[in-house]
């Protein structure tokens, strides 16, 4: 493999995980996905702060603030994967979300 095919294959996700999680020591790994999810809470604060009834509204438009959250969503996707070294950890997370009894008692809540 040239040094070209081998800059493209790096780059590939699948091969660049793996990488990512070979030469990054973990702890690094983990202050990273702490972080990630650190924007993902202020995306959705931001995206509280569109709604009709903020009365500190910013100017940042509805679609925008989803936009943004999506985005710091996939960023928490790619440090948890690069954390674990693979894709299956996230397939396996939502899988588990799917299954989940917080969702039944989250339900009993709302029911009182």
């Known amino acids: 493999m040239n040094r070209q095919e081998y ?3 790096i780059r590939e996700p699948k091969n ?3 990488y990512i999680n070979d030469n990054v020591p973990r702890r690094e790994l983990l ?3 702490a972080e990630e999810s650190a924007e993902l809470a202020q995306a959705a604060l931001k995206l ?3 709604l009709e009834d ?3 509204r910013t100017e940042t438009t509805q679609r925008k603030a989803v936009q943004n959250m999506a985005e710091e969503f996939v960023d928490v996707l790619n440090a948890y994967t690069a954390v674990f070294g693979d894709w299956e950890a996230v397939e396996k997370a ?3 979300s799917k299954r989940s009894p917080k969702w039944g008692r989250w339900v009993d809540r ?3």
Do not use: D, F, I, K
């Open 48 to 50: 509280c702060r569109t």
């Open 94 to 96: 939502l899988e588990e």
């Open 110 to 112: 709302l029911e009182g």
């Open 54 to 56: 903020a009365r500190n």
């Open 16 to 18: 660049a995980v793996g």
């Open 7 to 9: 800059e493209n294959w």
């Open 31 to 33: 202050e990273q996905l």
